[in-house]
């Protein structure tokens, strides 16, 4: 009977490491029964163990880690890919349709830069109404705005719309709030609004200038919450006095007791009339 070499455990309370153990000696068992069957001496520690280790665990290989491409102080400021350059604001959902040169003509007859003497209210109700000068075939009319907008901006504005990242705009509302929220925050918002609650006729001024003014006004804060009634008492109480006694006296006695569509229909027949008379 032949010998083989015992196989000495030691005890590891590690699963790990006990498990290793066993199956090193395995391997070191299953070499010493291959020589002993060839005709060689069994050695537990021989070359045999440590090949069918390396077979075991191949070693492995890093690849080398690439090296950073060149670059000269020329280079500094360059594009080093295919990527298009700023093409300035881009909705989420881009469309493409001609723009006439009437609408272009429309859109950039007075555009908004962003200055303090420009009333971004107004600007966005001159842009409506260009808007309504297209109407291309599949296009929604968000789309159509969010479109024609940047052609009726300038300077400033223009930029300050440049900013917005690209892809970050889906409706023509989101786009409308923040420019609103830029032009017209909540101070100018209440600015305006007194405007209207406080308005006064000023000295020398006609009852068609006034009623004019006033409804600019109106159209300079479009949010300002004042219905039909309340309006045309905030008109009426800030006319001048003489003006206030001949619509009084118009009315049949008082302002007071016409109602508000009443009211509105006799400022505007005084308004023909100043107007005819000037044209006279």
């Not at 492995?60 to 594009?79: C, I, K, S």
């Not at 303090?116 to 968000?142: I, K, M, R």
């Not at 006095?241 to 016409?258: C, E, V, Y």
Request: hydrophobic content about 30%; aromatic content about 8%.
């Amino acid at each position: 009977m032949r010998r083989t070499c015992p196989i000495e455990l030691q005890f590891d309370p590690e699963i790990e490491k006990t498990a290793r153990a066993i199956r090193k000696a395995t391997r070191e068992a299953q070499a010493s029964r291959g020589k002993a069957l060839l005709g060689g001496t069994p050695d537990c520690q021989g070359q045999s163990s440590a090949t069918m280790e390396e077979e075991q665990d191949p070693p492995v290989h890093v690849p080398p880690v690439p090296q950073p491409q060149r670059r000269t102080l020329g280079d500094y400021g360059r594009r080093d890919n295919d990527a298009l350059a700023n093409q300035g604001f881009q909705p989420a959902n881009p469309v493409s349709f001609d723009i006439k040169n009437t609408v272009l003509s429309a859109l950039k007859e007075n555009p908004y830069s962003g200055s303090e003497s420009q009333c971004p209210n107004l600007h966005l109700s001159h842009f409506y109404e260009a808007c309504d000068y297209t109407d291309p075939p599949g296009v929604s009319e968000s789309d159509k705005r969010l479109r024609l907008f940047k052609h009726s901006l300038t300077g400033r504005a223009k930029d300050w719309l440049d900013t917005i990242p690209a892809g970050t705009i889906e409706t023509w509302r989101q786009l409308e709030r923040k420019f609103l929220d830029r032009y017209f925050p909540i101070h100018k918002f209440l600015e305006r609004r007194a405007e209207i609650s406080n308005f006064e006729q000023a000295d020398g001024e006609t009852l068609y200038d006034a009623w004019e003014r006033f409804k600019v006004c109106l159209k300079r804060c479009p949010n300002h919450g004042f219905d039909g009634h309340n309006q045309m008492q905030m008109f009426t109480q800030g006319l001048r006095a003489q003006t206030r006694m001949i619509l009084d006296a118009s009315a049949g006695g008082s302002l007071k007791n016409r109602d508000e569509a009443e009211a509105r229909e006799l400022v505007e027949n005084f308004v023909v009339l100043d107007i005819e008379e000037t044209r006279e």
